[in-house]
């Protein structure tokens, strides 16, 4: 584990003994509503039974009072907005999905490793590791934006690549969650291969968050 990794998790683990009660993860944020989507590229598991038989086996333990446990078709890493789907066209998004795809071709599939849980004050995810890949995808991805957009949508820095398995749903106190992520620590990790990233119009439904595919672009193609 690079040394970004491990200091992001110990001062994650560290925050979370001192927080006396969850935060609900679904509030609604700028611009969002019921009816909306938005285009986000998103890595999706689909297809990876070791992460599945993973995330299944720390669910059963995490069914607690103040957590919304994520479903196994829901299980994703936000990469990268483009905007809501009311707001881009057709065109432009045709233009992005193509140079994506241009510039993708020569990266080679991502090799993984999810886990151990890491949780915060709205929820518990997975650490994924290495951030390198994942960064240079995500560079990959906002320079193909850029060449159909003069500015790209979110900051370039502040990204933290993680998979929520459980969102908070309320103001539950910690103590029984901490506890219990006590005994869950020390998992092995999951391995997996990714070998595209997707383009995703997504929405909230009933405290999740679903999609539909718009398009993928192959890695190593």
């Keep these: 584990m ?24 679904w ?4 611009g969002w509503r019921a009816d909306r989507q938005f285009y986000t ?3 999706t598991f689909e297809h990876q039974p070791e992460l599945h038989h993973l995330v299944a086996d720390l669910q059963r333990q995490l069914a ?3 957590l919304d446990l994520v479903p196994l078709d829901g299980l994703h890493l936000t990469m990268q907005g483009l905007g809501f789907t009311d707001e881009v066209t057709n ?10 795809r241009r510039r ?17 004050a709205e929820g518990i995810g997975l650490l994924v590791r290495p951030w390198d890949r994942l960064e240079h995808l995500r560079a990959t991805i906002r320079g193909a934006i850029g060449a159909v957009w003069q500015a790209v949508p979110e900051a370039s820095d502040g990204f933290r690549p993680h998979v929520t398995i459980a969102y908070s749903g309320g103001q539950a106190p910690t103590g029984p969650i901490r506890t219990r992520l006590n005994d869950l620590r020390h998992q092995q990790p999951a391995r997996v291969t990714i070998r595209q990233a997707s383009l995703i119009a997504l929405r909230r439904e009933h405290r ?3 999609w539909t595919t718009v398009a993928t672009t192959p890695l190593g193609a």
């Excluded at 065109?91 to 994506?100: C, I, L, N, Y």
């Design 2 to 25: 690079s040394s970004r990794e491990l200091a992001s998790q110990h001062q994650r683990w560290t925050a979370y003994q001192d927080l006396p009660r969850l935060t609900n993860h």
């Design 27 to 30: 509030y609604w944020r700028p």
């Design 41 to 43: 590229w998103h890595l």
């Design 64 to 66: 607690l009072p103040g």
């Design 91 to 100: 065109t432009d998004v045709a233009a992005v999905v193509a140079e994506t």
């Design 104 to 120: 993708c071709a020569g990266l080679p599939p991502l090799e993984l490793s999810l886990g151990p849980v890491d949780p915060d």
């Design 208 to 210: 999740s968050y679903r």
